[in-house]
């Protein structure tokens, strides 16, 4: 025995080292006890900035939770007994386009009031009885539009009392259009929805729902003009309520009201009402989804059911579900679900329950479903004794709104703490600068007034937080407190050791940045639902999950039908005994292969009987169409296919020449140009783009008003101008730079120099072309002339203000929209900057990644390839593949179509479609030639050179320029090219103008 022990000590030794250190991590993991042992508290100190003279934060409203705290402060109190109302059409002015009187869509209120058009307002006078806080309401008609929710901004007197009120949103209704429909495996697939149009009511409210009741304005004893601007979708307004805040009862209240009316609890009765059979919605992301849980309604093993709603898509504040039910008799009842809340790690997700419209009593505002992996059954509320809510005999309206309840409070004084953070971060950069020596003694707590008190506060602000997450149920060590643990102990660190801060100053931006990710991570309060259920209060609950056989069952015939199951397949459309099927490979996730799939088979199939083998392929895995190239077995189609591509397949004669179509051009008309050059090969067309990216120039309105800089930059020269200016204030322009990316960064430089890639189509590199090296030297001017930041999250940073000007592609935009509500009317998008012609025009030139759509010339299916493929890009199926997208995965999926006519037909604001289109008029995309993949290599490591190891450009650039021409001859020898015409185009084909 121990020369055993002797001869394994090492590894028992090991062992324990390992057990002990999971041990100690196991129990440490809550993060350090001690951490703000030590650290004063203060009174009071002042933490404004020195750059809060004339502070370019001033502009930005409010948030509301700090205004009706301020308000409170101040004295302010809720009215009690007023109520105002004001039809519609009794305005007291409007706008002279975008708003008009007209008649009430259903014809039973007469004249109302319809806002039309972005910019179209309408104002009300309103005479307030008394000082106070007030609330408000409309009655709206959510009018045919593109189909996205209201979007109104308030204004009272002229001014928004807080930013909130520049973005209330208002929902449409949806339902589904039919019942849901079955493919030939068994599984069900969800109908379209379609809109349900009629007056509704709703109370001025936060859209992110921070806020658990309406907004509270305060008005004082007078007359007040309230201007109710369009903003997005159109709307007629029947009604304006001005009110004093309604007071909602307790549970304890109603229980009272409930003994004293004699109701009864009913008796054996138990009631289900699956979830995924919604009467109403208000949005159409809201769907029915899948789950695999044997114990969900209903379940098939064999086949992938719909029994579901919610989830992923249920998450953001004012999204609502609503279902009708019926009950047999009056009386008192228990109400609950099956609800699956796993998404917030020990953090519970809220719902508003209204019944018939009504919240029943207070505690309804903000029901919680707490957290777990598991499924779970419960009451709505009420902990052990489940609340019991009277209902007539007969059906009832049950309807829940996402809410975010306490959070709001905790996400305030975070995003707070960001705010605060972005200042002093600016403040250092102005003392050290944007590359600082980390040896030097740089006496920041002298430079920077209050800089260890604004440290620690900033580090007691994020404890207060964390102590408010524990409250609400959170456990210790819970990773989704990483962030907000890890910023607090590094501020006390940092006031600590105040010299460190030169040489750790990108840790303050890394931390602004994880500040933010985790306020809109923890925005997301996502909740999936199976059933209903109102019950009596002497029947059980039904069993959340189902037995440990039953479980065993359904993974046992899972794995071994996985042997002979095609996962790839997404099914064929129209009868499987219709003759062979076009097969069509698309290189996307399943959920996007689900919607073309649907699509195909209710539309396409319908209309030409061409059936359709849809299967999937893993995104980027092009290797798995060359070799179903080379063994014969390459489908007919194929959708999602990278830019790079067709020219590969089309040197090896692998893909059918679109232009050999009579009907191409007449195609090819519905996009750009530009869009078209990587596609072409010695004379032919041999894909269709998909989707594009493209970028576009955000800034903040009012951080540059504030600066002086009263001209935005429309050219690189412009921008350069300017550079001093935000560095000068502790800010800076951003323009992105990454490995991947490196040649779509630079090919806007290069096409609005006048130059190209290439000469001759693809013989010779022309980067050591005039234009090409003055194009480099401004790329790279950027970064060694104007240090701006290399790299950098410009999202974070354009929402505090450290960059409030800088070059990003349409992704951010989706996210300023989605998730930056306190800057709503503040930032604005435009085209690119560019570089000024001789005959004025800036050329504004730029391209982007892309995906197309390929036809193989192996197809035996030609003509039905072509039919497939016209039908995917045509307008009306790209505007509604977009809209079924966003309406799965939500606006931040937003599709962006190359097909101009749908592109114009999504729901963007007008205004920012015309900035779109303009920088459309010059989108070009470089042309792919054989080799051309060490020119996208070369690109980059030019700029590792200029950039990195300060070499210089006419050198760097003619470096380069060699290697890539030594390719270019090795690969057009392999394919005999050598006196062949590679994707030769005129100037009008790549849109010149």
């Given at each position: 025995m121990?020369?055993?022990?002797?001869?394994?000590?090492?590894?028992?030794?090991?062992?324990a080292?390992l057990?002990?250190?999971?041990?100690?991590?196991y129990?440490s993991?809550g993060?350090?006890?001690?951490?703000?042992?030590?650290?004063?508290?203060?009174?009071?100190v002042?933490?404004r900035?020195?750059?809060?003279?004339g502070?370019?934060g001033?502009?930005?409203?409010?948030?509301?939770?700090?205004?009706?705290?301020?308000?409170?402060?101040?004295?302010?109190?809720?009215?009690k007994g007023?109520?105002?109302?004001?039809?519609?059409?009794?305005?007291?002015?409007?706008?002279?386009?975008?708003?008009?009187?007209?008649?009430?869509?259903?014809?039973?209120?007469?004249?109302?009031?319809?806002?039309?058009?972005?910019?179209?307002?309408?104002?009300?006078?309103?005479?307030?009885?008394?000082s106070g806080?007030?609330?408000?309401?409309?009655?709206?008609?959510?009018?045919?539009e593109?189909?996205?929710?209201i979007?109104r901004?308030?204004?009272?007197?002229?001014?928004y009392?807080?930013?909130?009120?520049?973005?209330?949103?208002?929902?449409?209704?949806?339902?589904?259009?039919?019942?849901?429909?079955?493919?030939?495996?068994g599984?069900e697939?969800?109908?379209?929805?379609?809109?349900?149009?009629?007056?509704?009511?709703?109370?001025?409210?936060d859209?992110?729902?921070?806020?658990?009741e309406?907004?509270?304005?305060?008005?004082t004893?007078?007359?007040?003009?309230?201007?109710i601007?369009?903003t997005r979708?159109?709307?007629?307004?029947?009604?304006l309520?001005?009110?004093?805040?309604?007071?909602?009862?307790?549970y304890?209240?109603?229980?009272?009201?409930?003994?004293?009316?004699s109701?009864?609890?009913?008796s054996?009765?138990?009631?289900?009402?699956?979830?995924e059979?919604?009467?109403?919605?208000s949005?159409?992301?809201?769907?029915?989804?899948?789950?695999?849980e044997?114990?969900t309604?209903?379940f098939?093993?064999?086949?992938?059911?719909?029994?579901?709603?919610?989830?992923?898509?249920?998450?953001?504040g004012?999204q609502?579900?609503?279902?009708?039910?019926?009950?047999?008799?009056?009386g008192?009842?228990?109400?609950?679900?099956?609800?699956?809340a796993?998404?917030?790690?020990?953090?519970?997700?809220?719902?508003?329950?209204?019944?018939?419209?009504?919240?029943?009593?207070?505690?309804?505002?903000a029901?919680?479903?707490?957290?777990?992996?598991?499924?779970?059954?419960?009451?709505?509320?009420?902990?052990?004794t489940?609340?019991?809510y009277?209902?007539?005999?007969?059906k009832?309206s049950?309807?829940?709104?996402?809410?975010?309840g306490q959070?709001?409070?905790?996400?305030?004084r975070?995003?707070d703490?960001?705010q605060?953070?972005?200042?002093?971060?600016?403040?250092?950069?102005?003392?050290?600068?944007?590359?600082?020596?980390?040896?030097?003694?740089w006496?920041?707590?002298?430079?920077i007034?209050?800089?260890?008190?604004?440290?620690?506060?900033m580090?007691?602000?994020?404890?207060?937080?964390?102590?408010?997450?524990?409250?609400m149920?959170?456990?210790?060590g819970?990773?989704e407190?990483?962030?907000?643990?890890t910023?607090?102990?590094?501020f006390?660190?940092?006031?600590?050791?105040?010299?460190?801060i030169a040489?750790?100053?990108?840790?303050?931006?890394?931390?602004?940045?994880?500040?933010?990710?985790w306020?809109t991570?923890?925005?997301?309060q996502?909740?999936?639902?199976?059933?209903?259920?109102?019950?009596?209060?002497?029947?059980p609950?039904?069993k959340?999950?189902?037995?440990?056989?039953?479980k065993?069952?359904v993974?046992?015939?899972?794995?071994?039908?996985?042997?002979?199951?095609?996962?790839r397949?997404?099914?064929?459309?129209?009868?499987?005994?219709e003759g062979?099927?076009?097969?069509?490979?698309?290189?996307?996730?399943?959920?996007?292969?689900?919607?073309?799939k649907?699509?195909?088979?209710e539309?396409?199939?319908?209309?030409?009987?061409?059936?359709?083998?849809?299967?999937?392929?893993?995104?980027?895995?092009m290797?798995?169409?060359?070799?179903?190239?080379?063994?014969?077995?390459?489908?007919?189609?194929?959708?999602?296919v990278?830019?790079?591509i067709?020219?590969?397949?089309?040197?090896?004669?692998?893909?059918?020449?679109?232009?050999?179509?009579?009907?191409?051009?007449e195609?090819?008309?519905?996009f750009?140009?530009?869009a078209?050059?990587?596609?072409?090969?010695?004379?032919?067309?041999?894909?269709?783009?998909?989707?594009?990216?493209?970028?576009?120039?955000?800034?903040?309105?009012?951080?540059?008003?504030e600066l002086?800089?009263?001209?935005?930059?429309q050219?690189?020269?412009?921008?350069?101008?300017?550079?001093p200016?935000?560095?000068?204030?502790?800010?800076?322009?951003?323009?992105?730079?990454?490995?991947?990316?490196?040649i779509?960064?630079?090919?806007?430089?290069?096409?609005?120099?006048?130059?190209?890639?290439?000469?001759e189509g693809?013989k010779s590199?022309?980067?050591?072309?005039?234009?090409?090296?003055?194009?480099?030297?401004?790329?790279?001017?950027?970064?060694?002339?104007?240090?701006?930041?290399?790299e950098?999250?410009?999202?974070?940073?354009?929402?505090?203000?450290?960059m409030?000007?800088?070059?990003?592609?349409?992704?951010?935009?989706?996210?300023?929209?989605?998730?930056?509500?306190?800057?709503?009317?503040?930032?604005?998008?435009?085209p690119?900057?560019?570089?000024?012609?001789?005959d004025?025009?800036?050329?504004?030139?730029?391209?982007?990644a892309s995906?197309?759509?390929?036809?193989?010339?192996?197809?035996?299916k030609?003509?039905?390839?072509?039919?497939?493929?016209?039908?995917?890009?045509?307008a009306?199926?790209?505007?509604r593949?977009?809209?079924?997208?966003?309406?799965?995965?939500?606006?931040?999926?937003?599709?962006?179509?190359?097909?101009?006519?749908?592109?114009?037909?999504?729901?963007?604001?007008?205004?920012d479609?015309?900035?779109?289109?303009?920088?459309?008029?010059?989108?070009?995309?470089?042309?792919?030639v054989?080799?051309?993949y060490?020119?996208?290599?070369y690109?980059?490591?030019?700029?590792?050179?200029?950039v990195?190891?300060?070499?210089?450009?006419?050198?760097?650039?003619?470096?380069g320029?060699?290697?890539?021409n030594?390719?270019?001859?090795?690969k057009?020898?392999?394919?005999?090219?050598?006196?062949?015409?590679?994707?030769?185009?005129?100037?009008?084909?790549?849109?010149?103008?």
């Open positions: 121990l020369k055993v022990l002797r001869k394994n000590l090492v590894t028992l030794l090991a062992a080292l057990i002990a250190a999971f041990v100690w991590w129990q993991r993060f350090s006890d001690t951490a703000m042992a030590g650290v004063p508290e203060y009174g009071d002042d933490q900035s020195i750059l809060a003279e502070d370019i001033s502009r930005l409203e409010p948030s509301y939770l700090a205004y009706y705290q301020k308000a409170g402060d101040d004295g302010a109190k809720d009215t007023h109520q105002i109302v004001l039809k519609g059409a009794d305005y007291s002015a409007i706008s002279g386009s975008g708003a008009s009187r007209q008649r009430d869509p259903e014809g039973r209120r007469g004249d109302v009031a319809a806002l039309t058009a972005e910019g179209g307002w309408v104002e009300y006078e309103v005479d307030i009885p008394e806080f007030y609330q408000m309401g409309i009655l709206y008609y959510a009018m045919k593109k189909g996205a929710s979007q901004s308030v204004r009272i007197d002229g001014e009392p807080f930013f909130q009120s520049k973005r209330i949103v208002f929902q449409r209704m949806w339902k589904e259009a039919a019942p849901t429909r079955f493919d030939e495996m599984n697939f969800n109908p379209k929805q379609e809109e349900v149009f009629g007056w509704q009511y709703r109370e001025f409210r859209p992110e729902a921070r806020a658990e309406p907004f509270r304005y305060y008005l004893q007078g007359k007040h003009n309230i201007r601007e369009h979708e159109s709307a007629a307004i029947g009604e309520r001005v009110f004093s805040p309604v007071v909602i009862p307790t304890a209240e109603v229980l009272e009201t409930y003994k004293q009316r109701y009864k609890e009913i054996n009765s138990l009631i289900k009402v699956q979830a059979d919604a009467k109403l919605k949005d159409p992301t809201l769907r029915r989804k899948d789950n695999r044997p114990a309604e209903p098939n093993r064999s086949a992938t059911l719909l029994n579901t709603i919610g989830g992923s898509s249920w998450r953001d004012g609502w579900i609503e279902w009708e039910i019926e009950v047999p008799e009056s008192l009842y228990q109400i609950g679900s099956r609800f699956l796993s998404w917030l790690n020990e953090i519970p997700v809220q719902r508003t329950v209204t019944i018939d419209g009504i919240v029943p009593f207070k505690e309804m505002n029901v919680d479903f707490p957290y777990s992996q598991r499924w779970q059954v419960s009451g709505l509320g009420g902990g052990d489940p609340y019991l009277y209902l007539e005999r007969g009832h049950l309807r829940m709104e996402v809410q975010v959070l709001g409070q905790v996400f305030e975070i995003q703490v960001s605060r953070l972005s200042y002093l971060s600016r403040e250092i950069i102005m003392v050290i600068g944007t590359n600082p020596d980390p040896n030097r003694e006496e920041l707590e002298r430079n007034p209050n800089l260890v008190p604004r440290l620690h506060l580090a007691l602000d994020l404890q207060k937080a964390i102590e408010s997450m524990y409250e149920g959170t456990e210790k819970s990773p407190l990483a962030s907000i643990a910023a607090r102990d590094l006390v660190d940092l006031a600590a050791n105040t010299d460190s040489g750790r100053s990108d840790k303050l931006s890394d931390t602004q940045s994880q500040l933010s990710g306020i991570s923890m925005n997301k996502r909740l999936q639902l199976d059933y209903l259920i109102v019950k009596s209060p002497d029947q609950w039904p959340a999950t189902a037995g440990l056989a039953t065993l069952g993974g046992m015939y899972d794995f071994f039908t996985s042997f002979t199951k095609d996962y397949s997404i099914g064929i459309t129209g009868e499987e005994d062979e099927p076009l097969k069509v490979w698309v290189a996307r996730g399943r959920d996007w292969a689900q919607i073309i649907q699509m195909a088979d539309d396409f199939t319908t209309a030409t009987g061409i059936n359709v083998d849809i299967n999937v392929i893993p995104a980027g895995a290797n798995l169409l060359m070799l179903a190239v080379t063994s014969g077995k390459a489908p007919d189609v194929a959708l999602g990278e830019p790079v067709p020219i590969d397949f089309a040197l090896r004669d692998g893909l059918k020449n679109l232009s050999d179509y009579p009907d191409y051009q195609v090819a008309n519905r750009r140009p530009g078209l050059i990587p596609y072409r090969f010695q004379g032919g067309n041999y894909a269709l783009p998909e989707n594009q990216n493209f970028s576009m120039m955000f800034y903040r309105k009012d951080i540059l008003q002086g800089i009263t001209k935005i930059p050219t690189w020269q412009e921008v350069m101008d300017i550079i200016t935000l560095q000068r204030h502790g800010m800076d322009f951003f323009y992105s730079h990454s490995t991947a990316g490196a779509s960064e630079f090919a806007p430089f290069l096409f609005q120099q006048g130059g190209d890639f290439y000469r693809g590199s022309a980067l050591d072309s005039a234009e090409a090296l003055a194009a480099m030297k401004m790329w790279t001017g950027l970064y060694t002339n104007y240090k701006i930041s290399k950098a999250s410009f999202y974070n940073r354009f929402r505090s203000g450290e409030p000007i800088g070059v990003a592609d349409y992704s951010t935009y989706v996210q300023l929209m989605t998730a930056a509500p306190e800057l709503t009317g503040w930032w604005e998008m435009l690119m900057p560019g570089i000024q012609r001789p004025g025009k800036i050329d504004r030139s730029v391209g982007g995906q197309t759509g390929i036809i193989f010339k192996n197809t035996k030609s003509q039905d390839a072509w039919e497939f493929l016209k039908w995917w890009v045509s009306p199926v790209q505007e593949f977009g809209t079924e997208l966003e309406a799965l995965m939500g606006v931040e999926a937003r599709w962006n179509t190359a097909n101009v006519e749908a592109l114009m037909n999504l729901p963007w604001p007008q205004k479609i015309e900035a779109i289109l303009e920088q459309w008029e010059w989108f070009r995309e470089r042309e792919i054989p080799g051309d060490l020119t996208t290599r690109v980059n490591n030019i700029w590792n050179e200029i990195l190891k300060g070499k210089n450009v006419r050198e760097a650039m003619e470096d320029v060699k290697e890539v030594r390719e270019l001859k090795k057009r020898e392999e394919f005999g090219l050598d006196r062949e015409t590679v994707g030769m185009r005129t100037d009008k084909e790549v849109g010149s103008r």
